[in-house]
Every structure is written in C-alpha cells, then in structure tokens.
C-alpha cells in the first residue's frame, strides 16, 4: 500500500486539464483499461455498482454529438435562436473536441439488482466515486482528464444511444481523456488552491 505521504501527493495533482490544451496524441489503449478498472473499485452501498462508461472514440465521437444537436433540434426548433447559439458554441469548440483522444460518457444505472432500490442521491455518489477513482489513475499515468457536465446529456435520444433504457437511468457527464505536455500539466498544478481544511471541518465531542 502507498504510505499517507505518497497518497497525498497524488491526490494533490489530480488536475482536471482542459481538451484545448491536449496534444492529439492518444494515451495507450493499455492506460485507459486502468483507468476504467479503477473506476470500478469504487464504494457502492448494498454492492449495486451503478456505474457505467460508454468509450466514445473516432467515429463514436462524432456519431454522439450529431445525436446531441438533433436533441437540441428537437428541443429549441431548428431556426430558434437558442439552438443557433448551440451551434455556434460547438463550432467553436470543435478544434478543441477533436484533440481529446477518448470521450467518456459516464452513466449511472438506477437500477441494476432485482428488487434493490438504493437512494438516488447514494448511486449518484458512487458513480462520482468512481470517476474519481478514474481521474486519480489518469494523474498517475500522465493522462490528462477532464468531467464536463454540458449539454443535450439528459435528452431521450443522447440517452437510447447511451443504452440508457430504463426510468431512471442518467448520463452525468462526459470524461474528456488525451494527452498534454508537462508544461501546460504543471501550470495547471501551480495555480491550485483550496481553502484551509478547517473552515470546512467541525468537531463535536459533547
């Protein structure tokens, strides 16, 4: 097991880094099977294990945000002021998509064991539990990685596509994976600040 010292310091660089600033260049398939592995040694209260992550690459990339514009087309109308800026906002960030290697849908199943209904909220943090488990080994194998929560996620087409069938079910985001140089990792480190951890601590004895 790594000693207290070691994990701090790997928890302490986790950084989510933006897809703007990744190379294009792909991590090792080999890397991403960690990560995922990883993610599912997450806590689940009553071993329902909610998570679930649909690997988005190449052609899934593009089949996946043609599936959100027709949500959005759907939603706002065509000509509508509201899905233009849609548009425009992807256009935009288009250059920037298309240098993330993997994108990550990360979905939770409301409910994966017959006549086991958890808290919402409980599968809801398991799954996030799991991202995180993801995001710590991403840190640890010079990936770089970042949860969006944007977007048509929610819509009944994104999720059909996603195999998100049944009442319940959620998309809470997408985990955006490449490759960046040390240079930009370590200014994303540089600028990190968190406030003292006894402002956000009480102790009760009595």
Not at 36 to 47: D, Q, V, Y
Not at 69 to 86: H, R, V
Request: charged share 25%.
């Amino acid at each position: 097991m790594p000693g207290p010292t070691q994990m701090m310091t790997a928890i302490k660089a986790r950084r989510s880094i933006f897809p703007k600033d990744y190379t294009g260049e792909a991590p090792p398939r080999a890397h991403l099977e960690k990560m995922l592995e990883a993610s599912n040694w997450a806590p689940t209260h009553g071993k329902t294990e909610p998570w679930r992550f649909v690997v988005l690459e190449k052609e899934g990339i593009a089949k996946f945000f043609g599936v959100c514009n027709d949500a959005m087309k759907k939603t706002f109308g065509e000509g509508s002021e509201k899905f233009l800026a849609y548009q425009t906002k992807q256009e935009k960030s288009k250059k920037d998509k298309a240098k993330s290697a993997y994108i990550i849908a990360i979905c939770m199943k409301r409910k994966t064991l017959p006549n086991k209904l958890m808290p919402e909220w409980e599968e809801v943090a398991a799954t996030a539990c799991a991202v995180q488990n993801m995001h710590l080994m991403a840190t640890s194998l010079g990936v770089a990685s970042y949860w969006s929560s944007g977007g048509p996620i929610d819509d009944a087409l994104v999720l059909d596509l996603l195999g998100l069938k049944e009442e319940g079910d959620r998309c809470l985001g997408l985990f955006y994976v490449g490759m960046a140089t040390n240079e930009k990792t370590a200014g994303y480190r540089k600028g990190a600040r968190r406030g003292p951890t006894a402002d956000k601590v009480t102790w009760l004895s009595a």
